[in-house]
DNA sequence: CATGTCACTGCAAACGTTTCCAGTTTCTGG
DNA sequence: CCAGAAACTGGAAACGTTTGCAGTGACATG
């Protein structure tokens, strides 16, 4: 049988009550802290944090809602996720969606039930704003956005990362620049518009494809996207697709940089591993995570708060694959 | 105000008791289960978790507790655990001890606070069996046993890679065969010995250096070994040290396989990307995951179960890194 | 018809905390 | 020395469930 707090009252000669504030932050006498302390530790007490939460109805626990843990970049966030709410004195719970809208309101619903005290998710494309308010919790969004909500959110500098990418190309004398963006995704539907956006600007023709963010899928994709029309340089805008890519020219026997340039979105560990190196925009995926904490906490902290929106600069890392032709 | 069960039992016109099984798996007429479940969605009642565990005393939440969420090894395992326990109905706290003791004991005190009805985890080697044996709960350990205890594990067949490793190398003609081990976990001694054992029954001499298990340590580890005398192999018990080792290769221009052959553990993604391919032992993570959820639940039914001890095969892939130099 | 079984239902007692309330003591300032 | 505030303490009522127990009919069995 488990030791409760009774126990511990009684082995203290003391209320439930006192043994409670002694736990907590009440006022008690040093010397019924001292004995508190000692019944602890004779008791082996644990707190049990079911009935903690039942009565004072707050959970101490953030949900985590990604696509894909496996995705580095969301491997990398919920890292820094989680040691800052460790830091807090919070639990996460993770969640993968897979990108599925239906396992993504499923994951909602649950986390709903477990009452966590906040969340933070990088939602699908279809998740919509009334679904995300059902779940009435504060809510961070990371990595997408939801255009026209009041959501807080953390999120890169698109436009000037897509700007740098079409601009570095451009300058290593590429003219027919295809990209492929994540279909399921707000981010990838604001990284095609910006990179087109930029090819505009440069009076280039505009060559761009969706995918299912995956390997597979993102392989598929570009194989096709090569066949129509061989471009002379590819943007990916995440690194599944980066990957998916050099794989593709190595089956394919595609020299990069001399037949394709190489750019895309996320620093993955091997990107400098590979000869020749690949040419990325790095995300500050740390700062993602902790500026996420940091904002739901606030707003757990206070709810009604204008909703705040930040936007981190991405950092350009020239390597090999964009070298001139 | 949160909606209670009492305010689906008022608006289905029955007691608690009555919503409590409609809701479970109680005997009830048709005719009642349809009213709560109107009730249910009239309302927009979600079951209140806490409550639910603190009455039933069961949690339906497993920990797993890994030293680190960005090595891709616990990336997998975690997506793999995850998986299969969603799919039994339980969810996944998520610790990240990396590899510090300290925090392993800390996490530990945690999974006990929150009731989790079992734990599965990749223990430091330095963690005693009476700690663990203190949670009081079902534990299933992965990817590294506790040897002379009775925690069921799931555990790679380290004896059979390890040799395959040595064998391939001497195979391809190498004779001077050097090895870096993890020093934190049982695991690495195990590798560390099997290469050693299967080294000696080829005669030649035993080369083996520890370092602590993170990119910068096997990096600088590794720097001093081909300092001191250079081997003509190099054999990596897990994916970092690949990666740390390749790194060095490219930064020392060593050439590969023509001055020095690289081989270990961990079939990570880039591996077939970088030129040459690395060869490998390929770890069925996802079965470690499935398996280790498996055996949790199954000591969770029958706390009174002999001690399992699985124990998988990994694949050796063979690529141009340990091509005849 | 009597009896037992079965399916269903409600009452009420937990589960282990926190917290409101009221009470006692001690301190503080006038 | 007194009034009031402050510090500390215990009693008891929640929080939202599940579940043992007992009760009600309906129905089958002998």
Not at 67 to 84: G, W
Not at 148 to 177: P, Y
Not at 195 to 224: I, M, N, T, Y
Request: a neutral charge; one cysteine or more.
């Amino acid at each position: 049988m488990s030791v409760s707090i009774k126990d511990v009252a009684r082995a203290a000669g003391v209320s439930t009550s006192t043994v409670s504030r002694a736990l907590g932050k009440g006022p008690v006498s040093a010397e019924v802290l001292r004995r508190v302390e000692s019944a602890v530790a004779a008791t082996g007490y644990r707190p049990n944090l079911a009935a903690r939460q039942l009565r004072s109805q707050r959970s101490m626990a953030v949900g985590l809602i990604v696509a894909d843990i496996r995705n580095p970049f969301f491997t990398q966030l919920s890292r820094a996720v989680e040691d800052a709410a460790y830091a807090a004195g919070m639990r996460v719970l993770l969640c993968n969606t897979d990108e599925d809208p239906a396992r993504e309101a499923m994951y909602l619903e649950l986390m709903a039930e477990e009452r966590v005290s906040g969340l933070i998710m990088t939602p699908t494309r279809h998740l919509s704003p009334a679904a995300l308010a059902r779940v009435d919790r504060p809510v961070v969004l990371v990595d997408r956005a939801m255009p026209e909500t009041d959501f807080d959110s953390v999120v890169l500098d698109n436009a000037r990362a897509s700007a740098e990418l079409v601009d570095h190309l451009v300058a290593s004398g590429r003219r027919r620049i295809a990209g492929l963006f994540g279909s399921t995704s707000a981010t990838g539907m604001e990284r095609r518009a910006e990179v087109e956006a930029a090819l505009e600007r440069h009076g280039l023709p505009v060559r761009s494809a969706l995918s299912l963010p995956s390997f597979d899928a993102g392989h598929a994709a570009l194989a096709e996207l090569l066949e129509r029309e061989m471009p002379d340089a590819l943007i990916l805008s995440n690194g599944l697709f980066v990957r998916a890519a050099l794989k593709l020219c190595h089956e394919r026997r595609i020299a990069i940089p001399g037949q394709l340039a190489i750019a895309g979105f996320d620093d993955e560990v091997w990107t400098d591993l590979v000869d020749p190196g690949i040419t990325v925009i790095r995300q500050p995926v740390e700062d993602f995570g902790r500026e996420a904490m940091q904002a739901l906490l606030a707003r757990i902290g206070s709810a009604k708060m204008r909703p705040r929106r930040v936007v981190l600069a991405g950092e350009l890392i020239v390597r090999g694959s964009t070298a001139p032709a």
